[in-house]
């Protein structure tokens, strides 16, 4: 399976700031997702990250909160603009090669803001 | 739509003892079903999945998993718990195409020395 990296793998941030999020594949892939994960939870999908086109984002989910990008098809980042407290969460990149392949996950960004 | 539930939120067994956990789905079509572990400050790692064919699949780990059609179930099992099993454990419903995941809430997995 792929090999997912991502960047960084943890930061604390101060309230009204914004951190990108970098994911790395080692090979091209199909569909590159974001996710979400709150202390405690379980996996929220923010948005699926198209190459050369604006990424589809999910219900409760909007681009000038988490603007993404994915300029190829090994690489995508995620930005989370003016952070709050309630953005501390683990934010985790995953991807899909092909169909009937199961989505393989990087080790995520734990984010924390004061 | 499509969603998953994990009855139980937390399990405790020792080491050495059998281990089941359970998933249940809701989809329209015939599912393809996942389970992933997540260990302690790691991101998810996928056990095992299930597309067609033979119900019962081999995981990695020693974990398998059982898809019965008529329960709408995909319980994780393994017959010997060992120590670094402990983790979280999420089970999850997808589409053909790798899209439209949905997780369910996860259990908790502790595990006794």
């Known amino acids: 399976s792929a090999v997912i990296s991502q960047k960084p793998s943890r930061d604390i941030c101060q309230r009204g700031t914004s951190l990108t999020i970098q994911c790395q594949v080692d090979?091209?892939?199909?569909?590159m997702f974001w996710y979400r994960q709150q202390p405690g939870q379980s996996l929220t999908l923010i948005a699926t990250?198209?190459?050369?086109?604006?990424?589809?984002?999910e219900s409760g989910f909007v681009i000038d909160k988490f603007p993404i990008s994915r300029p190829n098809l090994t690489f995508s980042t995620l930005t989370v603009s003016n952070m709050s407290p309630e953005d501390s969460s683990i934010y985790l990149c995953?991807?899909?090669?092909?169909?009937?392949?199961?989505?393989?996950f990087g080790d995520g960004t734990r984010l924390s803001i004061l | 739509a499509q969603s998953v539930t994990q009855p139980d939120i937390h399990i405790t067994v020792s080491e050495g003892a059998s281990l089941e956990l359970r998933c249940n789905y809701s989809?329209?079509?015939?599912?393809?079903l996942f389970w992933y572990v997540q260990s302690p400050g790691q991101g998810l790692q996928l056990l095992l999945k299930?597309?067609?064919?033979?119900?019962l699949v081999q995981g990695i780990k020693g974990f398998e998993a059982e898809f019965k059609r008529s329960q709408s179930s995909f319980n994780l099992r393994k017959p010997s718990v060992h120590w670094s099993d402990a983790a979280e454990y999420f089970c999850?419903?997808?589409?053909?195409?790798?899209?439209?995941?949905?997780f369910g809430p996860g259990t908790r997995l502790s595990v006794l020395p």
């Open positions: 299930y597309f067609s064919g033979d119900t």
């Open positions: 090979s091209q892939v199909t569909m």
């Open positions: 990250a198209n190459q050369g086109s604006e990424a589809t984002y």
């Open positions: 995953s991807v899909s090669g092909a169909r009937n392949q199961p989505q393989h």
């Open positions: 989809y329209g079509a015939t599912p393809y």
């Open positions: 999850a419903v997808g589409e053909p195409s790798g899209q439209n995941f949905v």
